[in-house]
């Protein structure tokens, strides 16, 4: 026991002390490094510099985030998560152009930035962001009109005379292809995602079409987002060949129920098709107009419906045109019990009767079964769409039934 006591933490390695210092936040790090000359040296090492979170430290001003430019962070990160003043009373410029021109010098792995309530107004434009960030990530942030606008550089006189030999074509078209995927000027983001910003607007989402690494793409609470400007942008047959969001493969349209906004049903823009666009993921009220276009996207592969109360007839009538969907996934759905209305007269009459025979013809089940769907439509749902997209998958997540107190 006498042994024991006399022990302390500079017995440890450093290897040992760099984990436990990694489950420490960047503001106990920092103190951490106050303690002694050997944990001041083991704090700057760049393994507790990997992903770094200051969005639960709530006094950071851009003074702190220069102190830890020039003193901790370095070639090891990999993910930067920010909290901005703009909700703050002292307010102030945040995010600075020298700021960020520094932090591309001395974090050249940073792949993934998250900012929240951020006020990106005093900056021209996103090109003045890290290059190598494969990830972008806006809640609750202040974008100026055209900020994800991308001015390509223009080419000197000697680039824009045309070789004379097929030596020097061969030579100009390697440093094309060398300045292509690394140019320092082009905007490399893969995945942006976009979570109550009200000051994205279609002008904003124009500008996408410029980047030519986006893949991945999530508009939530987007409240201005029209759907003439989501059909502007969307990937189709041009003169050139394909035009808007070419490379786009995932596209996320949610609007969560906000007061006090103009509802403008941006995924009826899906009505003109998509090409290449393989995932597509609804939430709240955005969910009803893109279930009736979505038949128009030929290539989708994957189907998310989220937050929303939707019924069997309705999903029925929706998926019957998708029968190349491969998933299709209910996450925190309510479901409408099943009801059997009378058919009313009229032109929609016979399709309706045509959906309830599909459903009924799906069910094939004894009164059993027809009266446990009654109450839990789940069951029944599984049963038609098993007709409806024999190859799909069903995924169904914290999903409810919805009781009918009348």
Known sequence: MEEFRGCN????????????????????????????????????????????????????????????????????????????????????????????????????????????????????????????????????????????????????PQERAEPTSSVGAQLKGRNQKGKGAGSPSGIGIERLVLNNVPSFTDQHLQGLTSWERLCHLELRDTFRVTANGLRSCAAKDGVCGVEGLSRLKFLEIGITGRQGYQLHMA?????????????????????????????????????????????????????????????????????QPRQNPPAEEGEGGEEEEQDREEAAGADGSSDENKMADMNDPIPGLRRTLAVLLPSCTLVFTNCSVQNNED
């Not at 901005?84 to 001395?106: C, D, H, N, Y």
């Not at 989708?300 to 069997?312: A, F, G, V």
């Open 267 to 335: 995924s009826l823009g899906l009505g003109a098709g998509w090409l290449g666009l393989e995932e597509l993921s609804l939430g709240g009220k955005e969910v009803g107009p893109g279930l009736l276009c979505a038949s128009r996207l030929k290539d989708l592969k994957r189907l998310r419906l989220w937050d929303c109360t939707l019924s069997e007839l309705q999903i029925a009538r929706s998926c019957r045109m998708l029968r190349g969907l491969r998933q299709l996934e209910f996450v925190d759905v309510r479901f």
């Open 9 to 156: 933490l500079d017995y440890f390695p450093e290897n040992i002390l760099i984990d436990v210092l990694s489950y420490l936040n960047v503001r106990e790090v920092v103190k951490a490094g106050r303690v002694c000359k050997r944990w001041k040296r083991l704090v700057k090492d760049q393994r507790l510099w990997r992903n770094v979170d200051l969005t639960s430290w709530k006094g950071v001003t851009s003074r702190i985030l220069w102190v830890l430019l020039r003193q901790y962070l370095g070639c090891g990160l990999r993910c930067l998560r920010l909290r901005g003043l703009l909700l703050s009373a002292r307010g102030g410029t945040f995010l600075s152009e020298s700021w960020l021109k520094v932090l591309s010098t001395k974090c050249p792995r940073l792949s993934k930035l998250y900012l929240l309530h951020a006020d990106l107004r005093s900056l021209p434009s996103c090109q003045i962001l890290p290059p190598s960030l494969q990830v972008l990530e806006l809640r609750g942030c202040e974008l100026p009109r055209g900020f994800f606008n991308q001015t390509l550089p223009s080419a000197s």
